[in-house]
């Protein structure tokens, strides 16, 4: 089992994906074991610059 978009899923395989209704959120943590380009620190502010909600699994 995966989570994926929908667009990532091949037709032929589209019958077996169900949808997960309103939304799934997920804890993303950045690491590097040397000093990350430019491009993936451009990225990483990025995606922590964006406020989500976060869900509270336990």
Same mark, same amino acid.
């Given at each position: 089992?995966?989570?994926?978009?929908?667009?990532?899923? #091949?037709? *032929?395989?589209?019958?077996?994906? $169900?949808?997960?209704? @309103?939304?799934?959120?997920?804890? +993303?943590?950045?690491? =590097?074991?040397?000093? #990350?380009? *430019?491009?993936?620190?451009?990225? $990483?502010?990025?995606? @922590?610059?964006?406020?989500?909600? +976060?869900?509270?699994? =336990?």
């Amino acid at each position: 089992m995966t989570v994926a978009p929908e667009n990532a899923v #091949p037709l *032929r395989w589209s019958r077996h994906a $169900r949808r997960i209704g @309103t939304g799934y959120f997920r804890e +993303l943590v950045v690491f =590097s074991r040397k000093q #990350p380009s *430019r491009l993936a620190e451009r990225y $990483r502010d990025m995606l @922590t610059s964006v406020e989500l909600p +976060l869900t509270n699994l =336990s």
